[in-house]
């Protein structure tokens, strides 16, 4: 048997849902590793090492049914290159949420230092919901699947009346396509299928890898499964206040935003750019900016193929939202502001197949909206939005506006997770300064949280995944040295 794998194209967003209460489980079959060994045999896919195995684990599609319905979870590993220092399983989780790691031990996971792949089995999974782990789709019109327009932006005037009637659309598609197992996507479902895969691995306790949405996947973990947990790296860390849950994944952009725009400012000006150059000096930028996509909320510039098919001011919005997470990304942003002030457009990037988009945004939906219970009455958001346009100019209102979560068929089944400082010292946190998704601001949250649980890194740098990605030389060594010997700074520690 071959188990398929399937590259997650990340929707340029990951991650930053806010943390809140889990009640644990009571004593199950999952609590002992398996005595059953898992079947692995050779998976599926692209460009994945040679060395990956699949296999899947059966879970329960409702935890208050444990014997109910069953659906498989694909699990994939790398086993640990050295027999002789074998510690256990890495899990590497993936941000999103809609996220997938299971082509992860293939690719980031190969570069995790030669000591840290030895000690370790690197595991990647896809959470439920996810192709090919019974995945959901909610039978999206091609229109509503457009960044611009699953990201709540206002209209120019900052009307949120479309937001909620598309609000209202996306959840009648996905009540009416999604399926049974569309009410169990959560947060905390997620992180019980993680213990039954333990369980299924025969270990006794895990270690992780994880980012982004992945932290809040991990927090929810360790809080209900603390003493399941080894070493623990959280990457790129999100606001614990559970009062924040419904929306703070939303509410991050507005510093977030803030954070990292002087950074694009200072690279956009630079004469080296060339042609990617917008201004003579940084501080010309952002009032350019602003006023680019005012122009283009008046004045759209049609845009054959793209969806939208037309760059409008929220286009260039998202583009720039887009860009930040990772400088390398900032030449598409520069290339965009200088083909619109001339009237004109760049040529139409590859889109990720439309049934990957379909799936990542059922999976999304259904986690954002089943964790936590949003507002419904649009009254609360024309307020925010109001609020949020005068301060932040940049997000324009997105940040505190409706999304599907506004109209959602089903309330949340549990409480949000409370984070605290309760379970082994186990946990190094690891968050770049300047961060659009998941800012400095709320890290530091989360490590006030868990207190003596952890200690945290801070690495002045930018961009969104901080660990072996858009950090630094001293930050990628702390993290490597925590997972190979357990060894932690002593206090909190900065990376300059």
Not at 134 to 162: F, I, Q
Not at 372 to 400: M, Q
Not at 429 to 444: C, F, H, K, M, W
Not at 467 to 480: F, M, P
Request: charged share 20%.
């Amino acid at each position: 048997m071959k188990q398929i794998t399937q590259s997650a194209a990340l929707i340029a967003a990951a991650s930053g849902i806010v943390f809140g209460v889990v009640t644990p489980l009571t004593a199950s079959a999952a609590d002992k590793p398996s005595s059953s060994p898992l079947k692995w045999s050779t998976c599926e896919g692209k460009g994945l090492d040679p060395r990956q195995e699949c296999t899947t684990v059966a879970v329960p599609m409702d935890y208050a049914d444990p014997d109910g319905p069953k659906i498989d979870l694909a699990v994939s590993r790398i086993p640990g290159e050295k027999p002789s220092a074998h510690r256990g399983a890495l899990l590497l989780i993936p941000g999103g949420p809609g996220g997938t790691s299971l082509d992860a031990p293939s690719g980031k996971g190969q570069k995790l230092p030669q000591e840290v792949r030895d000690a370790y089995d690197l595991i990647g999974i896809a959470p439920r919901g996810n192709a090919p782990s019974a995945p959901v789709s909610c039978g999206l019109a091609h229109e509503d699947l457009a960044l611009s327009k699953l990201r709540p932006w206002p209209a120019p005037d900052g009307s949120v009346a479309e937001n909620m009637t598309t609000a209202r659309r996306v959840a009648d598609a996905c009540a009416r396509n999604g399926g049974e197992l569309m009410k169990h996507i959560s947060t905390k479902n997620n992180a019980r299928d993680l213990d039954r895969v333990r369980a299924a691995l025969g270990e006794q306790r895990i270690s992780a890898w994880a980012v982004s949405y992945g932290t809040y996947v991990s927090a929810a973990y360790m809080e209900m499964f603390p003493y399941r947990t080894d070493r623990v790296v959280l990457d790129s860390n999100d606001n614990p206040d559970p009062v924040r849950a419904e929306r703070a994944w939303l509410q991050a952009y507005e510093v977030g935003v803030e954070d990292n725009f002087p950074v694009f400012a200072a690279w956009a000006s630079a004469p080296e750019r060339g042609k990617d150059r917008v201004a003579r000096t940084a501080a010309e930028v952002r009032p350019l900016f602003l006023r680019l996509a005012a122009r283009l909320d008046r004045e759209p510039i049609a845009w054959p193929g793209a969806n939208p098919e037309e760059l409008n001011g929220n286009v260039l919005r998202q583009t720039m939202l887009d860009a930040l997470y990772d400088p390398d990304n900032y030449p598409t942003l520069a290339e965009l502001i200088n083909a619109a002030r001339k009237g004109t457009v760049p040529p139409v990037a590859p889109a990720p197949p439309e049934q990957t988009t379909q799936n990542l945004v059922a999976v999304g939906s259904a986690t954002l909206c089943n964790d936590a219970a949003w507002p419904r009455d649009a009254a609360v958001y024309e307020k925010g939005v109001a609020e949020s346009r005068a301060k932040y100019p940049l997000t324009a209102g997105l940040p505190r506006n409706a999304m599907v979560c506004a109209a959602w068929p089903w309330t949340p089944k549990e409480p949000p997770v409370r984070v605290t400082d309760r379970g082994p010292s186990n946990v190094l946190l690891i968050q770049n300064e300047r961060d659009v998704a998941t800012p400095l601001s709320g890290a530091l949250k989360l490590r006030e949280a868990l207190g003596r649980r952890a200690v945290m890194v801070t690495v002045d740098s930018t961009g969104h995944g901080a660990y072996l990605r858009n950090g630094n030389a001293c930050g990628d060594a702390t993290a490597s040295r925590f997972l190979a010997t357990g060894i932690r700074p002593p206090a909190d520690l900065h990376c300059d």
